[in-house]
């Protein structure tokens, strides 16, 4: 009985603690960001599709560029993204950290070239900031920091010189126009170094 | 009166501040990116709709492995920065704090009341890959990256933890680890202030790789955010261990899905061996298939079925050969 009871009490506290993900990150910089990035885009995944290679999952999510904000690809461009981790059949995969592009769901992504045709999210999940409508619905969307992004360290800092802004202190809670206007400003100077 | 008190405690730990219940499992679908989340609330109010809507549709069920025993094997050449056996004994360490755990509650019928999974280590292995083959022997590998980070993030990742599992119920057919040694990392005491301490990390990615998931408890292993210069992720909290327990209570029964037998599946009699077969060398490529190759000469393997994919990824940098 006793037994009965403390077992029917794990379980409902078993279903009712769910997930997150994981895995340990150091916490990117704005600049980093920007630097190791070829474009910077607002888009949103309009299909996604997984497949093995080596023996790994990967998913590759087509995109339909909202916004292009820097770099390379230009609004209305549809480049693939591939991401860790999916679903093939009966077997998923799950890749902590990664950066999860889920149709109709639009982000402001910082992307590099990867695999052959196509791009990756620059320091994987950091590089994805979903767009959040405001409680207003009038207000203007604004950009979160991913909670995909895994357990984050921050970076070592030589000396004593302040440690540099982080990527998503910059951008997280800010309106969509305001952090674009924030990348094209300084893409140039990041891509100088 | 002793079941009154369980019915008491069973309420006492709902009502308990929400801190104290903050523990995460990982899911068969991942979290919402642009939620947030909170001690007592893992995932958002709508995430069956949320999981139903990726494609494809995934139902969102916790982790677990079936297993009494799961095994582990370390990469033989573990790392320049870690010795094998300092790395190994390491390992085993973080493991044994999970494996160990003491839940809350009356020991089962052989006087135990300890968590009913256990870890066992396999020995060094050749294969330096993460993978899951389907047709062919496996290993839970632990590798630490040296020269070369494999993935696209080189400068950021430390730890990383890869699941392998059945999306109908969650059970964890498969799980490695990488260690990114391409950054100093640091070992034993005193951990400098600016350091990244090893044992930290692999205790906390030895929970990931048992199914926790992170946690709204900042005192726990498994909470988001390392400190730099820290140990304290080293040593198990409160809510890691009733987190561990919830999965894998006293008595062999592990808690899944409602939707999986009722929501309780007892677990498998102890064999670590992985699913598959054990082998200590990575899987071979399938004999007949697609290679990707770009034009740097590196290349990636797909199947056939997934044709169709190659080609609406785009051709503009790549060459497409197929073997016989």
């Not at chain 2, 973080?94 to 089962?108: H, L, N, V, Y």
Request: net charge negative.
């Amino acid at each position: 009985m006793l037994r009965g009871i403390l077992g029917a009490c794990v379980t409902a506290l078993a279903v009712v603690a769910v997930d997150a993900h994981a895995s340990v990150s150091i916490q990117v910089s704005w600049d980093a960001l920007l630097h190791d990035s070829t474009a910077a885009v607002v888009a949103t995944p309009t299909e996604t599709r997984s497949v093995w290679e080596n023996g790994r999952i990967y998913t590759y999510a087509h995109l339909r560029v909202d916004r292009a904000v820097a770099g390379e690809l230009a609004a209305g461009g549809d480049p693939w993204v591939r991401t860790m981790g999916g679903v093939v059949d009966k077997v998923g995969q799950l890749v902590d950290g990664e950066p999860v592009l889920a149709p109709g769901q639009a982000s402001l992504l910082f992307l590099h070239p990867g695999p052959p045709g196509a791009f990756v999210v620059t320091a994987r999940g950091q590089g994805q900031f979903p767009v959040v409508a405001d409680a207003d619905p009038k207000a203007p969307p604004h950009l979160v920091r991913s909670s995909s992004a895994g357990a984050l360290v921050p970076p070592r800092v030589p000396g004593p010189v302040p440690a540099p802004p982080m990527a998503a202190d910059v951008v997280h809670g800010r309106l969509v126009d305001d952090v674009a206007r924030d990348v094209a400003a300084a893409w140039d100077r990041a891509h100088a170094r | 009166m002793r079941g009154s008190g369980a019915v008491a405690l069973c309420f006492a730990l709902f009502l308990a501040p929400r801190g104290a219940l903050a523990f995460c499992r990982t899911m068969t679908c991942p979290v919402p990116p642009g939620f947030a989340p909170q001690p007592g609330q893992c995932v958002p109010a709508d995430f069956a709709s949320w999981c139903a809507s990726l494609d494809p549709p995934v139902s969102p069920m916790p982790v677990w492995w079936r297993n009494a025993c799961v095994s582990y094997d370390l990469q033989q050449d573990a790392s320049k920065q870690v010795p094998y056996d300092v790395a190994d004994a390491m390992f085993a360490g973080a493991f044994a704090k999970w494996t160990s755990i003491a839940c809350p509650g009356p020991p089962t019928a052989d006087g135990s009341s300890r968590v009913s999974i256990d870890a066992r280590d396999l020995g060094p292995v050749q294969c330096d890959e993460v993978q899951y083959n389907q047709d062919q022997g496996n290993q839970h590998v632990i590798i630490f990256h040296d020269d070369v980070w494999p993935h696209d993030d080189s400068s950021n990742t430390l730890g990383l933890t890869t699941i392998t599992y059945d999306p109908d119920t969650g059970e964890i057919y498969d799980a490695d680890m990488e260690i990114n040694a391409t950054v100093p990392l640091s070992l034993g005491d005193p951990v400098p202030g600016d350091g990244y301490d090893l044992e930290s990390i692999v205790t906390h990615e030895s929970g990931h790789f048992l199914g926790m998931a992170h946690t709204g408890d900042g005192y726990a292993t498994m909470f988001a955010i390392y400190a730099r210069g820290t140990t304290t992720m080293r040593t198990l909290h409160d809510d890691d261990r009733a987190g561990l327990c919830s999965i894998y209570p006293p008595g062999g029964a592990r808690n899944v899905d409602p939707s999986v037998s009722g929501g309780s599946v007892p677990e498998d009699a102890c064999d670590p061996t992985p699913r598959h077969g054990f082998s200590t060398q990575c899987g071979q490529p399938p004999s007949k298939g697609c290679a990707v190759a770009d034009s740097r000469g590196a290349g990636a393997d797909l199947a056939l079925a997934v044709g169709a994919l190659t080609m609406m990824v785009g051709a503009a940098r790549r060459r497409v050969r197929c073997a016989t």
